[in-house]
């Protein structure tokens, strides 16, 4: 959690992804999702974090000292802009954050051919979601993500295609579904932890 914002998005989102982690891979899954404060040194120790809103986000110092301190030491956080828009608040906000920290250039687009969508399952390129086109963001669907590389590795993913909502439901209910939407979930962790 940040200071500024919503980051409280998508509360169901978690325990739908931790039970597909369960459920198709080998991983130990720690069952139980943790709220850790991005200014608190405890989120330098996480494997994988998970950040999201729909506002404005201004870290605050200690926020922005953590934020880069645990992506060059080596920690993976994917960012979720829930309004699904290139241009809203969420986006040029942290956007900005990410260039304060990491410089004006370091968020590029990643190709579709990245590793991250042959992690685990097979994807050809970033899975669009059914948020995109419904009035409330920039009505685009976004054919790719962004990322920040670290010694040639991703350590940063950025969408802006709300996967956090689309994710956001009780994981008892995937059996209605034809195909399982948090798969693409699955391969991020796995990149993530290099698994």
């Known amino acids: 959690m940040y200071e500024s914002g919503d980051w409280d998005v998508d ?9 597909s982690l369960v459920e198709y891979t080998t991983l130990r899954v720690d069952p139980v999702e943790r709220v850790i404060a991005l200014s608190d040194a405890k989120m330098l120790e996480a494997p994988f974090c998970y950040l999201a809103g729909h506002k404005l986000v201004q870290f605050t110092p200690a926020e922005r000292k953590n934020f880069e301190r645990y992506v060059r ?5 994917f960012v979720d802009d829930c309004n699904h828009d290139i241009d809203g608040l969420f986006a040029k906000s942290f956007e900005a954050e990410l260039a304060r920290i990491f410089g004006p250039k370091a968020l590029k687009k990643i190709p579709n051919n990245h590793p991250i969508y042959s992690s685990f399952f097979q994807f050809d390129g970033p899975p669009n979601t059914g948020n995109e086109l ?13 990322a920040i590389d670290i010694n040639g590795r991703v350590r940063v ?39």
């Open 11 to 19: 509360i169901r989102m978690p325990s739908n992804v931790l039970n």
């Open 73 to 77: 030491g080596g920690g993976f956080v």
């Open 157 to 195: 993913l950025y969408s802006n295609k709300d996967y956090g909502c689309e994710w956001d439901y009780d994981f008892r209910n995937k059996r209605w579904l034809v195909v399982d939407n948090t798969r693409f979930a699955v391969n991020i962790i796995q990149y993530a932890l290099g698994a």
């Open 134 to 146: 419904n009035g409330w963001g920039d009505d685009l669907v976004h054919d790719y993500l962004k």
